[in-house]
């Protein structure tokens, strides 16, 4: 396996270098679902869960306040703004905007959310990851990245793997490993298209005999039969 021990970041850090802001915010989803926080909703939409796992995340600061610490002896809302503490706050946003069940598409232009990728963006930027003016990433972001695929394929199950793990293969692997790790959230959030077999041809055999039997379209978000599997 490839040594991964000199590349740091959160996989929310690893998925806005991959995939940009849209990529950054799906990873935090699936983090607060993971922990129970955020589930699906009406068809395409999510909404927050009142419990624990939301009142443990981080206060939002007021508008227009950064997390940075000002100039001078008073603390700002984080004495040390680690890669961590970005992406709690990140996922704070995510969770905060969902107090009215939204579309993933809907929280990434939401203002509040997008403060909170511009902070993970300044902690890379920090991090010699994105270069100015454009914030694109750097030769090392694209190294980070290339050892990281290396280290962490895509994986065949979700068996055995841990929520990091979980997390990593969705900034590193985007739609194709929300079908692995979190399928059925996935599918039900709009997260991921129903794939069709109309739109692979397979209906075309099935007119024929073929495994699938008679006319009339199937779909599935996973990858796998619909029905395979344990709850996400």
């Known amino acids: 396996m490839t040594d991964t021990a000199g590349v740091r970041g959160t996989p929310h850090e690893t998925a806005l270098l991959a995939g940009g802001p849209r990529a950054a915010v799906t990873v935090a989803l699936v983090a607060l679902h993971l922990r129970g926080a955020v589930e699906a909703g009406a068809p395409g939409t999510l909404r927050a869960v009142d419990g624990e796992a939301g009142r443990a995340l981080p ?48 929280l990434v232009r939401d203002p509040v959310v997008r403060w909170a990728v511009a902070e993970v963006r300044v ?20 190294r980070r990245l290339k ?37 059925r959230f996935a599918l039900r959030a709009g997260l991921t298209d129903r794939v069709s077999l109309r739109d692979k ?26 029905g395979a599997g344990g709850p996400d």
């Open 59 to 106: 206060p939002l600061p007021p508008p227009g306040v950064g997390l940075e610490p000002p100039d001078g002896d008073t603390a700002g809302p984080a004495d040390a703004v680690t890669s961590e503490v970005r992406a709690a706050y990140l996922e704070s946003a995510v969770y905060h905007c969902l107090r009215e069940p939204s579309e993933a598409a809907e």
């Open 147 to 183: 050892t990281l695929r290396k280290a962490y394929p895509l994986p065949a199950s979700r068996r055995e793997l841990s929520d990091h793990q979980r997390l990593l293969a969705v900034a590193l692997h985007g739609e194709a490993a929300l079908r692995v790790v979190v399928p």
């Open 123 to 142: 902690g890379l930027a920090e991090a010699g990851m994105l270069r100015y003016p454009l914030l694109r990433p750097t030769r090392a972001a694209r």
């Open 201 to 226: 041809g397979l209906l075309r055999s099935s007119s024929r005999g073929g495994t699938y039997g008679g006319g009339g379209s199937h779909a599935c978000g996973s990858g796998t039969s619909c």
